[in-house]
């Protein structure tokens, strides 16, 4: 097979549109968007004398109280729910989910994303339990994906340092995760009511710093659904260029040496070409799973120079 005929080197149409390639992403937004209409539309009408059923924020928003007797999927289920009265919290919610999580979907594909996003949640969530039935902070409820969100950003900074928002001057994105993470660390020591949400925040950076220096994959976690996946022999996968061999001639005795000479040297690009096939499975390997934009600049060169050797030898024949 070709490198042309791989799935993932083919040229995708969806490159054109910068949200094609992030549907968990978008599918996210709406549901924030959609619950907070919803949490408006089932608040409670307070009548005394009369049991009054509970709104949509109550019963998912993360209240210590509630999750010591039981309610355990309020870890969860609290990053759905924003505040009712600050639609800031949701508005910078959407901003971050568009700017930073679509790359990072793009990055490590849906699946991962959605695993990452939920995990990062959880542990979230878990954290702000601990911290706050110890007794940090006087805080006892927590709304909102913020902890996702701030481990999507760190991770966005540790895969593109280099990046710069325009804040009246260019700053680096890697500066304002710096401070970020300084600032959330510094007001601990002054023993804040939200200290409990801070420590929850902390916990996302330090994973995303875990996720990217050990390449961890949250879906590699979950228990495989079915007959286990046969992965493909890595033979297969190589690349295989048929190229027919010319029949003998008959050469004059000069030619011959020189013929000699041209099988000594085609016999070293065979063996270059085994290297460069080698090379550009550990590259396709990575585009399959990571996306082109992992991809460093070697790895760049590689993928253009087999492309080129395959578009060669195929206008030969």
């Known amino acids: 097979m070709g490198i042309a005929d791989r799935d993932y080197y083919r040229e995708d149409s969806r490159w054109h549109n910068p949200f094609a390639r992030a549907q968990v992403t978008v599918f996210l937004v709406v549901t924030f968007v959609a619950m907070f209409v919803a949490q408006h539309a089932s608040q409670p009408v307070r009548d005394v004398g009369k049991n009054n ?22 870890l969860l289920s609290y990053a759905l729910v ?9 508005v910078f919610t959407v901003i971050i989910m568009l700017w930073i999580a679509r790359q990072i979907e793009d990055l490590y594909g849906n699946k991962e994303f959605l695993a ?5 949640c959880l542990l979230g969530g878990a954290v702000f339990a601990v911290a706050g039935l110890a007794g940090m902070g006087e805080a006892s409820i927590m709304r909102g994906p913020s902890v996702a969100l701030f481990t999507l950003f760190v991770l966005y900074v540790l895969h593109f340092p280099g990046r710069t928002v325009n804040l009246f001057i260019p700053v680096p994105v890697w500066a304002i995760g710096l401070v970020l993470v300084v600032v959330q660390a510094a007001t601990l020591g002054g023993r804040p009511d939200n200290a409990a949400s801070v420590v929850a925040n902390l916990s996302g950076a330090v994973f995303a710093f875990a996720y990217h220096r050990f390449s961890l994959r949250v879906s590699n976690w979950l228990p495989a659904r079915g ?3 046969r992965r493909p022999s890595r033979s297969k996968s190589k690349l295989r260029i048929y190229q027919e061999q010319p029949g003998p001639r008959p050469e004059p005795a000069a030619a011959s040496v020189g013929a000699g000479a041209t099988n000594s040297s085609a016999s070293d690009m065979g063996g270059l070409d085994e290297h460069l096939e080698a090379k550009l499975d550990e590259v396709l390997e990575k585009v399959n799973k990571l996306g082109r934009a992992s991809l460093t600049e070697s790895e760049q060169q590689v993928l253009m120079r087999a492309s080129e050797i395959y578009k060669k030898r195929r206008q030969s024949h």
């Open 53 to 74: 059923t509970p709104g949509l924020t109550s019963l998912l928003e993360l209240n210590l109280s509630r999750v010591a007797d039981g309610e355990v999927w309020r």
């Open 82 to 90: 924003h505040d009712e009265e600050r639609i800031f919290s949701l």
């Open 116 to 120: 990452l996003f939920l995990f990062s």
């Open 227 to 229: 007959r286990s996946v």
